[in-house]
DNA sequence: CAGGGTAAGTGCTTACATCA
DNA sequence: ATGATGTAAGCACTTACCCT
């Protein structure tokens, strides 16, 4: 138990918990499986030996059922002194009330492993299907990001031509001006350029990246 | 009769107390 | 203080019984 020293005894429960649930990440949780031993067969109860009959397993009664529950309700542990008194009661044994509540935690465990699985489960699932949205998301940014490559290529093109025709080294206003203002419009970026929500590059700072 | 639910048996571990 | 031993309680696994 050298793993669990520093935990209370509910964080080791919900450590053995989780182990059982993703073996994976808490492998250390997981009781080790040695040979298995096997084990000692109990012998059937049908009317008992020597003439001694053994008390016959019988199904609690609803109301002894109800008080039990009411105090799993409370408290899922049982000390002695409650037991007892529960005991006392309903006319039980000790002993039977510390096998209903040994049984009951087990159940109740069970269930909430269920649980957990399921919640687990439908999260795994939302998970896989926003994976998809995303990559198909940047399928089409990239598609977005190669046209928006090929358009500056071909506008560099373009103004190199323009350049080269020109009698001036320089680019003149007019020359910008009149294809590349001109053709598209300053609203007209947008469908050529990709912006992201979160812009790095503000107001026309982009424009400084190609003159 | 089959199968599910559950009371109870079994084997093991752990925590705690007592004693030499 | 420390290690050995006993005991009670908890858990996982299993069995057997009851009921539908």
């Not at 006392?88 to 509540?101: C, I, K, M, T, Y």
């Not at 190669?146 to 373009?158: D, G, M, N, V």
Request: net charge neutral.
């Amino acid at each position: 138990m050298t793993t669990t020293m520093n935990l209370s005894k509910v964080d080791q429960d919900h450590m053995v918990l989780l182990s059982q649930l993703y073996p994976g990440v808490y492998p250390q949780m997981v009781p080790q499986q040695g040979e298995p031993k096997p084990r000692r067969r109990r012998k059937k109860n049908k009317g008992g030996e020597n003439g001694v009959t053994v008390a016959k397993k019988r199904k609690l009664r609803a109301d002894q059922v109800n008080l039990l529950e009411m105090n799993f309700g409370n408290e899922h542990k049982l000390e002695s002194e409650r037991k007892d008194k529960l005991a006392s009661e309903l006319g039980l044994d000790p002993r039977q009330v510390a096998v209903w509540f040994q049984n009951r935690r087990a159940r109740w465990k069970n269930k909430k492993l269920e649980e957990e699985y399921t919640k687990l489960k439908t999260a795994h699932e939302s998970n896989i299907v926003e994976k998809c949205r995303l990559e198909s998301e940047v399928l089409k940014l990239k598609e977005q990001l190669s046209e928006a490559e090929k358009e500056i290529q071909r506008l560099t093109e373009r103004v190199d031509g323009v350049s080269s025709n020109s009698s001036s080294s320089t680019l003149s206003m007019e020359a910008m001006d009149t294809p590349f203002l001109g053709e598209f419009g300053m609203e007209g970026y947008g469908d050529f350029f990709y912006m992201p929500e979160t812009n790095y590059i503000h107001g026309m700072e982009w424009f400084n990246l190609y003159v």
